[in-house]
C-alpha cells in the first residue's frame, strides 16, 4: 500500500499533502484540546506499531506470513485524531529510515492509510457496530469490516493517484481489480489481528479500551473533519484540473483510454507553445510513436528521431563519464588529505621524541 | 529474531551516520530537508519516457556519498530492498504499452524507456532519502521540521516514537526469543498465539507510557515541548543550499547530455 515516490507526480503528491496536513492540523488542536496526557502514549503506541510488525504471524494454510498495518488498532487505542497522527509519524519514520513509502508521497500515504482507517472506518464502521458496548463477536466483526472497508477505500486511492500521475501506463479496470481484491485479503487478515490484540487487552486491561470509547463519546466531532477534507479535496481538485490541463500527462492517458483518441485535442496557443517545446527537448518526441504495432517508416521523422537518439546517448555518456570523474577527484582529494594527516601525525611523534631526547 | 535485531541495527546506523565530521554533515538541517524536497520533485517532475535528463541528477548523491564516506554497498542493499514493487509496477509497462518505436533498426515498445526511466527515477529518489538521514540524524531533521512551524506536538511524538522504538522492538526481541525457545522451527508465530503475545506486549507499553508521563511531568512538562534551535543559517549553509538548488534547476530546465552532444 505505500506508494514511493517514482510513481507520483509533485502535483499530486502536493495536493494530497495539503490535504493530509490540514486534516493533521485539525487532529492537533483536537488533541491539545483533550488532554496533553495522551501525547507520551501516542508516542509510544506509534512505536509498538512498530514493534508490532516485527512479530510476523503464520496465516494458517498458507505458509506465508504477515504483518499488522495498524491504522485501524491505533484509532480504536487513542481515538481517530490521536491515531491520526501517531500513524503520521509511523509513516514519516517509515519513509525516511526505511523508504517505505516516499517523501513526496507522505501525503497520499496518510490519507490512504490514515484517513480512511480514522476517520472513515473506525467512526463509521467500528463504532457503529461496537455501538452497544463491546463483545467479542462484535469486536471481531466490527474489526474486521471496519479494515476491509478502509483498506479498499485506501486501494482505489492508490489507484486514482497512480493513474493521476502517469508515471506508469496500467489498464484502470485491471489495476484497480488486482488492486481491491489483494486489499480485499489484507483487509480480512488485518482485522483478524487488529480483533486479536485488541480483544486481548480488553480481557486483561479493559480500562486500556474503555477509557478511549469515554473520552471518544464527549466529543463526536468527525463532522468538521470530514467536511474539511472534502472541501480541500474539492478546491484543490480544481487546482490539479488546471495543472493537468497545462500538463497533460497522466490524464492525457486517462482521456486517451476512455475517449479512444490517441491525444486530447487542445487548439490553445498555450497548448502549441507546450507541444512544440516538448517535441524540441524529448529524446524521444511525441510524433515518433504511433498507436498499436504500426512501427515508425516516414523516412524524414525515422532519420531525425535516429539523430536525436545517437546524440542522446553520445551526451549521456559524456555526462556520466563527467561525473565518475568528479568522485574520481573527491577520492583522490580525500586521499590526500588522509595522506597529509598522517605525515603531520608522524611528524608530530617525531618531533615529540626529539623534545623527549 | 535476527530479523528485528538487524533492522534495529539498520535503522541505528543510518543515525550513527550523520555523526561523522564532515562538510555535507555540518550544513545546516534546513538546507539539507528542503534541497532533498527539491530533488525529489524535481525527479517526480520528469516525463515518464525520460532518461537522459536523469543522468546529471546522478551527481547529486555521488558527492555525498563520496564526501560523507556513506558505506556504498549498505546503502544500495537498502535501496534494493524497496525497489521490488517498482519493478512489478514498471514491468508491466512493456506489456501495456503498445506504442512501438523503432531506433537503428531495432523496434521494441516504448514502454522499455518509462520501465528504465522508472527504475533511474526511483533508485535516485530513495538515495536521497536515505542520504537526507545518513547526513543529518534524526534530532536535527526534528529541529529542520520545528524550523518549518511544524507544530511542536507532531516534533515531539516524531522523537518519542523513534527513541521508543528500539525500546519496544527489543521487548518485542525478548518475548520472541522466549517464543523460539519454546517453539523451535518456526517461521513466524502462530496466528491462535500471536494476539495474546501483542497483548502482552501493548499492555506493557501502555504501562510504560504511563511512567513516562509521570517522569515527564516530574521534569516539568507542561504540553509544551521546546526544541533548541541549534546554530543559526550562515552564509556557508546558503552558499551549499542555492549551489544544489541551482543545479537541480538547470539540470531540469536542460538536458545536459543533449546540449553537451549538440555542441560537440
Known sequence: M??????????????????????????????????????????????????????????????????????????????????????????????????????????????????????????????????????????????????VIGLQFGAFSVVIETLLSGKTVLPFSQFAWTMQGIHLAIGIVEGIVTAAVVSFVWKVRPDIIQDNLTNDNKRLGYK???????????????????????????LEWAIGKVTGL?????????????????ENTAVLPGYSFKMSGNIVKSDSTGSETIGTVVSGIVGSAITVSVIVLIGYFINLLKKRKRISKENEQVNGNTSKKTKLS | MSDIMRSMFNVKHLDELSRQKNLINDMHPLAKLIITLVYICTLASFDRYEISGLL???????????????????????????????????????????????????????????????????TLMVTAGFLLIATTGIDDIARALSLMRIPSIFVLLFLLTYRYIFVLMDEAGRLLKAYALRAPDQKGVKIKVWGSMVGQLLIRTYNRAQTIYQSMILKGYNGKYSITIGRGFKLLDAAYFVAWVSFIVVARAINIPLLIAALI
Open chain 1, 224 to 250: 468538521s473533519v470530514i467536511i474539511g477534507f472534502i472541501v480541500a479535496t474539492l478546491l484543490l481538485g480544481g487546482i490539479v484540473s488546471i495543472f493537468a490541463s497545462t500538463n497533460p500527462d497522466g
Open chain 2, 56 to 122: 546529471p541528477f546522478v551527481l547529486y548523491p555521488m558527492i555525498v556519498i563520496m564526501v560523507c564516506d556513506i558505506p556504498f554497498g549498505n546503502l544500495i542493499k537498502r535501496v534494493l530492498i524497496v525497489e521490488p514493487f517498482i519493478i512489478v509496477a514498471g514491468i508491466l509497462n512493456p506489456i501495456f504499452d503498445k506504442n512501438i518505436i523503432e531506433i537503428g533498426g531495432f523496434a521494441f515498445s516504448s514502454g522499455w524507456l518509462t520501465f528504465v526511466s522508472l527504475i533511474l527515477k526511483s
Open chain 1, 262 to 278: 490517441d491525444k486530447p485535442q487542445g487548439d490553445t496557443s498555450v497548448h502549441d507553445i507546450l507541444k512544440e517545446a516538448q
Open chain 1, 2 to 147: 505505500h506508494m514511493g515516490d517514482a510513481l507520483i507526480s509533485p502535483v499530486v503528491g502536493g495536493t494530497m499533502l495539503v490535504a493530509a496536513v490540514l486534516v493533521a492540523a485539525v487532529s492537533i488542536r483536537k488533541v491539545r484540546d483533550m488532554d496533553e496526557k495522551k501525547i507520551p502514549l501516542m508516542g509510544v503506541m506509534a512505536a509498538f506499531i512498530f514493534a508490532a510488525q516485527m512479530i510476523n504471524f503464520t496465516i494458517p494454510g498458507t505458509g506465508s506470513s504477515g504483518h499488522l498495518g495498524g491504522g485501524l488498532m491505533l484509532s480504536i487505542l487513542l481515538g481517530p485524531y490521536a491515531g491520526y497522527l501517531s500513524m503520521a509519524v509511523v509513516l514519516l519514520i517509515q519513509a525516511l529510515f526505511f523508504a517505505d513509502g516516499g517523501l513526496l508521497a507522505y501525503g497520499a500515504n496518510l490519507i490512504n492509510m490514515g484517513f480512511f482507517a480514522c476517520f472513515i472506518a473506525y467512526p463509521f464502521i467500528y463504532k457503529f457496530i461496537t455501538r452497544k458496548g463491546i463483545s467479542k463477536t462484535r469486536l471481531f466483526i466490527g474489526s474486521i469490516v471496519a479494515s
